[in-house]
């Protein structure tokens, strides 16, 4: 940057930074806002990096411990930690607690990721690795981020505000295999009656948009619905094994080829280039392959 004339200022920089009596207003301009925010999106992704295969689940702070919905969100985390799942919710009270609580008590990793709010919410007592955002918009990519799947309880606005947030990074590609299911029949059938008669009957969305949720009020089946889409049920098993054998022919990598691949690598071994970054057959520090990109 260049400065003349009357554009020069009397201090310089160094000066106005060690000076001890700088107005304290300098914290809330928008420049300073965006490293607040970059330092929340590096703390959620130092904290979140190591995780374990996870699900979002999402439901109602208002939900009593009486309540069967309460019930409901306990046994879902007990059966996605039974099935190897970390839980990920808000961190808050009633249903977010209730997912936290199941998960824990099943021996699962249970993560709050709270907000602020005008009002005092701290994150629940079941919560095992939690962290608190300013920005909602940071939040919203930690729970994308590091979630396989969101499950969908009976909640509200912001219940609503993530569901329909996940069916359009879904509706538009920006993620693909990532199972969403309603839980609670009762309570989102309107909704989705509503949605297919009014928006998709004025051609505001595609009829397979409607095919991009499932309601269940299953718990086995919602955890069946996550495990297949994700490609860590049987049949996901089994489809994924098909199609790399399939591939495998194709590129014909028969026997010879599984030969040859083995030179390679051997090969490779001896060049000191197995793991290096740039090369064919590496990893990177968490143990993915090269040449593969995280969402």
Request: hydrophobic share 45%; no cysteine; aromatic share 8%.
């Amino acid at each position: 940057m260049t400065a003349r004339g009357d554009q020069v200022q009397a201090s310089t920089t160094d000066q106005r930074l060690l000076g001890t009596r700088s107005p304290a207003s300098f914290v809330h301009s928008d420049p300073w806002r965006v490293l607040r925010i970059q330092s929340e999106f590096v703390e959620g992704f130092g904290l979140l990096a190591d995780l374990p295969p996870a699900v979002t689940v999402f439901g109602s702070a208002r939900v009593a411990r009486d309540e069967p919905e309460y019930e409901l969100g306990r046994r879902l985390g007990a059966a996605l930690a039974d099935a190897g799942y970390a839980v990920i919710t808000g961190g808050g009270p009633g249903a977010m607690e209730a997912v936290n609580r199941g998960a824990r008590e099943a021996g699962g990793l249970s993560i709050g990721l709270g907000i602020e709010l005008p009002y005092e919410q701290s994150l629940n007592e079941w919560v095992d690795l939690g962290v608190s955002f300013r920005y909602f918009f940071v939040r919203k990519t930690m729970f994308v981020k590091y979630a396989e799947a969101f499950v969908i309880l009976p909640g509200g606005f912001g219940t609503l505000d993530e569901l329909f947030e996940a069916l359009t990074l879904l509706q538009t590609g920006k993620v693909t295999g990532f199972p969403i299911v309603l839980m609670g029949t009762g309570y989102w059938a309107g909704l989705l009656d509503w949605l297919r008669s009014t928006v998709l009957g004025a051609a505001r969305i595609k009829p397979g948009d409607l095919d991009l949720v499932t309601l269940t009020d299953d718990v086995d089946e919602a955890v069946d619905v996550i495990l297949r889409g994700t490609g860590r049920g049987a049949a996901g098993a089994e489809a994924a094994a098909a199609d790399s054998a399939d591939g495998a022919v194709g590129a014909g990598t028969g026997a010879a080829g599984v030969a040859d691949s083995a030179v390679d690598a051997d090969s490779a071994v001896d060049a000191g280039t197995g793991d290096v970054p740039g090369f064919a057959g590496g990893t990177d520090h968490t143990g993915r392959p090269l040449g593969t990109e995280p969402r």
